[in-house]
């Protein structure tokens, strides 16, 4: 990590820390990486992870949050975000960008991990969604939204579904998009 007058920069270090957890989580499950793991591929000394974090679940659960952009899709005519979702969902990616689809992908199954993956899923996108929403049953159609979107990124992004190449973005977003907007506009 690099030093500002002969300090550590807490805000590199934080980063480099979130950045090498975001990596680590997506490449392995929950419960298979250790916090050495981090530091490691971090370049910092393991006990500097805990002093930012707390500990390897705060650290998880930052790591998978850090993923949501919603309030950015949010912006813009309510009439066009069932189009906003599905083409975020279909554009290009890197390595960052599927991070926290990967995550959810490999640590789903783990005991420790669901929980927070819920709380993640609840708070940083169901829970705001159906805010924005409004309306009835509005939990639902946002968590419904979420299940689509989910969905269409696994079999695009992780499973590499050929159907749902890149390459065939437009007529992906003119058949999911009605869909979404059908829960938006409940």
Do not use: C
């Not at 002969?6 to 916090?35: C, H, K, M, P």
């Not at 420790?112 to 708070?123: K, N, W």
């Amino acid at each position: 990590m690099e030093k500002k007058s002969g300090r550590r920069n807490a805000a590199a270090t934080r980063a480099a820390i979130l950045a090498a957890a975001r990596l680590e989580f997506s490449q392995r499950s929950y419960d298979r990486v250790g916090v050495r793991d981090i530091a490691a591929r971090a370049g910092v000394n393991p006990a500097l992870v805990n002093r930012y974090f707390g500990s390897k679940p705060r650290l998880f659960a930052a790591a998978y949050a850090g993923g949501f952009r919603l309030q950015e899709l949010l912006q813009g005519e309510r009439s066009r975000l069932g189009e906003r979702l599905a083409r975020h969902v279909m554009r290009r990616r890197g390595p960052n960008d599927e991070a926290p689809l990967m995550l959810l992908f490999h640590s789903a199954t783990s005991e420790a991990a669901l929980p927070m993956i819920r709380t993640a899923l609840a708070s940083r996108l169901i829970t705001p969604l159906a805010m924005w929403l409004g309306g009835r049953d509005a939990k639902q159609r946002a968590a419904l939204i979420a299940s689509h979107l989910l969905g269409l990124a696994t079999l695009s992004v992780v499973l590499r579904v050929t159907a749902l190449r890149q390459s065939h973005t437009e007529a992906i977003v003119r058949h999911v998009a009605p869909i979404l907007q059908r829960y938006i506009d409940g």
